[in-house]
């Protein structure tokens, strides 16, 4: 019996999916089923995935309808209780099944099982994150997973594992949230179960800089309603610091678009010893200097320049 589930979403991946494919063909461990979920590409991303014949591979096809949708149906689809995750252009080393499987065995019961990965950027270089308050060569139950997710987050799409049967108490990926849904999961997950880490680095989160800086504007965005963890923050301030992170990062966005209303209303609900001083005179620039910054910290980004200002 398989012992994964595989789940990837793809929307018009063409260039990268077979790569991705290959990379979980290559794994180590073979005990899995791979379930795509095709969601209304317009490329030849699906008959590159029909060049494989594998029958570990299931193909399912939806109308486009985002990540959450996609990810949700292959939940649905998945017949093994480890439901491993993967972008359609990203990449596992032959490893990263191996890994995460040993992480269950010694570290059972918890809602998040994840390794380790490297941030790979559009001129070729790579960096491996530092998580806040553990060194390199830490395993086992993070203390404090939203303390340790400060600097770079514990999880990400690519480089976890959830239970099944976590889905079934939690909830599905929110369809209404397009942009943050993975964040919201990873959130609504950590509050209520442990989360352990390896110490291996096993997945490569690929051209790192045109997925973290999005080319959609914030006002065609829909966020994650902060109001939905308004309970948990108020008795977890590791959770309020970690949100006031992204509370200061969308006022940000909001204030470079001219959506000053939108950006003092985040700006007003954060405590504001949660965020750096560097941060805050940041954010009461003027407009027109802090679209300057913002261009000059995409083209440091593209060099392999890799800071926030949010530490």
């Not at 063409?14 to 095709?38: G, L, M, P, R």
């Not at 939108?262 to 679209?291: D, G, M, V």
Request: charged share 25%; glycine share 4%; net charge positive.
């Amino acid at each position: 019996m398989a012992f994964f589930s595989i789940v990837i979403p793809l929307y018009n991946k063409a260039d990268y999916i077979e790569n991705t494919i290959n990379s979980v063909i290559n794994q180590t461990f073979t005990d899995y089923e791979i379930i795509i979920i095709n969601d209304g590409s317009t490329d030849n991303s699906v008959s590159n995935v029909l060049r494989f014949n594998d029958s570990r591979i299931q193909l399912y096809n939806q109308k486009n309808q985002g990540a959450s949708l996609a990810r949700n149906l292959g939940i649905e689809k998945a017949k093994y209780n480890y439901i491993a995750f993967l972008d359609a252009d990203d990449l596992w080393m032959p490893n990263h099944l191996e890994t995460l499987k040993n992480l269950i065995q010694n570290f059972p019961n918890v809602g998040v099982f994840a390794s380790r990965y490297e941030l790979v950027f559009s001129n070729g270089k790579n960096y491996i994150p530092k998580f806040k308050g553990i060194s390199s060569d830490f395993e086992g139950i993070i203390s404090d997973y939203f303390e340790t997710s400060l600097t770079y987050p514990i999880a990400t799409s690519s480089s976890i594992v959830i239970p099944k049967s976590v889905f079934k108490k939690i909830g599905y990926f929110k369809p209404g949230i397009s942009s943050g849904q993975d964040v919201d999961m990873w959130i609504r997950i950590a509050t209520k179960y442990p989360v352990a880490l390896s110490n291996k680095v096993t997945a490569s989160y690929l051209h790192y800089i045109e997925n973290s800086l999005s080319k959609t504007p914030i006002l065609e965005k829909t966020l994650k309603d902060f109001n939905d963890y308004k309970q948990e923050e108020e008795n977890n301030p590791s959770l309020k610091k970690y949100l006031d992170i992204y509370r200061i990062e969308y006022a940000l966005q909001y204030k470079i678009a001219g959506e000053d209303k939108k950006a003092k209303e985040l700006y007003n609900n954060i405590l504001k010893e949660n965020i750096p001083l560097k941060t805050k005179s940041i954010y009461l620039l003027p407009r027109h200097l802090l679209i300057f910054l913002l261009k000059i910290k995409k083209h440091l980004r593209k060099k392999g320049f890799n800071f926030s200002i949010y530490q």
